[in-house]
């Protein structure tokens, strides 16, 4: 579900990047296709909270607090970061290129998640 969130989440934001360095872009592109980003966090968000939660249960209460923590954060950066691109003038692009970057590194964090997961099925076999 999580690798469905980010490609969802990544598909609107390309798409509103396209748009939007073609020249195309207005309000209703812009949040018309953050409805993809809407749906992506809402088939990500839930599934990662639940993954963190699950890897060791007894220290659940630590690994919600941490996740937490760490979103609250990551979040704060980013918007300071975005902050610091956008300009009068520049448009919506910079914001686009931000939070696709994000994105992307969310699908690799996942792709190497799956892939681990793979490895340890494989050797628990074995």
């Known amino acids: 579900m999580i690798t469905y969130g980010t490609v969802t989440c990544a598909f609107g934001l390309f798409i509103s990047l396209l748009l939007s360095l073609g020249g195309l872009e207005s309000k209703w ?3 018309g296709l953050m409805t993809f980003v809407g749906l992506g966090n809402g088939l990500v968000i839930p ?3 639940a993954g963190a939660l699950s890897v060791r249960p007894h ?10 923590a760490l979103m609250l954060a990551g979040g704060a950066g980013l918007s300071a970061w975005a902050g610091t691109l956008l300009s009068p003038g520049a448009g919506a692009w910079p914001l686009l290129v931000l939070m696709l970057g994000t994105c992307v590194m969310g699908i690799v964090a996942i ?5 681990r997961e793979r490895r340890l099925e494989q050797l628990a076999q074995n």
């Open 111 to 115: 792709g190497l998640v799956v892939i």
């Open 29 to 31: 592109t812009f949040f």
């Open 47 to 49: 599934n990662a909270t």
């Open 59 to 68: 220290l659940a209460g630590t690994a919600s607090g941490l996740s937490g």
